[in-house]
């Protein structure tokens, strides 16, 4: 069992289905929580800020930054996954109470760190899943692109929406949406500010699983939990290279982006985890990674 600070939780303790759950320090607006048993390696990032729909404000922000530091150098950790603890809504996006306040220097400073959060969420060594059980507009939406999964409830509500408030996407949102989803459909997306639903998300290519809502209201969860299992037990090391590999890769050209696989690759040959594969394969039985 991991035991979290301030960006997380004091203590965890089993919640429904086995899972561990994490209990809130007061106030607390991004907690910190650890799955436990078959599911052990699995951690969440879960976000708490029920009075403004998880609206990117500074404290918010903040405790992100703190969480995903605890998670970086953790070997444990082997998958990330982003969950709303608030039903019916993932990220609603910018708090623009608060942005309404600032001075536009403010403004400028504010948004680029929101621009660096999505950049550390995208460099997270591990997999990263966003389970979208509700609303993710705006900002809330640069936060799933930036996870290398996306899971969403075909109910759930998405957007860059920002176009319909007199500002563009600025969290990374026209960088990564076209990455995604190709650059026409970004530009119609982006152009119109139009909400979609999971299942359009799904068609398009912006999600990569969509499931009907469940009366918990976290199927997008449950699912992102199912798939989060099914990378438990590939090799963390050799996860981490190809991770690496791709998003360095689509970067550049393909020449050179065969010349950052082969570098990947020259890493994860040494490794304890390679020879186990191979013996495993030889002896007919599952391996046993251990990340080395």
């Known amino acids: 069992m991991m035991q979290l600070g301030r960006a997380g939780c004091d203590l965890l303790r089993w919640g429904r289905r086995g899972v561990l759950a994490?209990?809130?320090?007061?106030?607390?607006?991004?907690?910190?929580?650890?799955?436990?048993?078959?599911?052990s390696g699995i951690a969440e990032i879960l976000m708490n800020r029920p009075h403004a729909r998880n609206s990117l404000g500074k404290v918010f922000v903040n405790e992100l930054f703190s969480a995903l530091e605890q998670l970086r150098f953790?070997?444990?950790?082997?998958?990330?996954?982003?969950?709303?603890?608030?039903?019916?809504?993932?990220?609603?996006?910018?708090?623009?109470?608060?942005?309404?306040?600032?001075d536009d220097a403010e403004v400028g400073h504010f948004v680029k760190r929101l621009r660096n959060l999505m950049d550390e969420i995208a460099a997270l060594p591990v997999p990263t899943i966003a389970a979208i059980d509700g609303y993710a507009l705006g900002g809330g939406l640069e936060l799933a692109l930036a996870c290398d999964l996306r899971v969403a409830a075909s109910s759930a509500k998405m957007g860059l929406i920002e176009t319909t408030r007199g500002l563009l996407p600025g969290a990374g949102g026209t960088q990564r949406l076209p990455r995604c989803v190709g650059i026409g459909l970004a530009k119609e997306l982006i152009f119109t500010g139009r909400q979609i639903d999971g299942q359009q998300a799904f068609s398009m290519g912006l999600v990569n699983h969509t499931v009907p809502q469940n009366n918990e209201g976290d199927?997008?969860?449950?699912?992102?939990?199912?798939?989060?299992?099914?990378?438990?037990?590939?090799?963390?090391?050799?996860?981490?290279?190809?991770?690496?590999?791709?998003?360095?890769?689509?970067e550049v050209d393909i020449?050179?982006?065969?010349?950052?696989?082969?570098?990947?690759?020259?890493?994860?040959?040494?490794?304890?985890?390679?020879?186990?594969?191979?013996?495993?394969?030889?002896?007919?039985?599952?391996?046993?990674?251990?990340g080395k």
């Open 22 to 39: 994490a209990v809130p320090r007061r106030g607390a607006e991004v907690l910190v929580g650890a799955a436990g048993g078959e599911s």
């Open 219 to 250: 199927a997008a969860y449950q699912r992102a939990l199912t798939l989060a299992k099914e990378i438990l037990p590939q090799a963390p090391f050799a996860v981490k290279m190809g991770k690496l590999a791709i998003n360095r890769g689509m």
């Open 74 to 102: 953790d070997e444990n950790v082997r998958v990330v996954v982003f969950k709303s603890e608030v039903k019916g809504v993932f990220c609603a996006g910018a708090d623009l109470k608060e942005r309404a306040k600032m």
């Open 255 to 290: 020449a050179s982006g065969m010349a950052i696989e082969g570098m990947c690759y020259a890493q994860n040959i040494p490794t304890r985890d390679r020879q186990e594969g191979m013996a495993a394969f030889k002896e007919k039985r599952p391996p046993q990674f251990i």
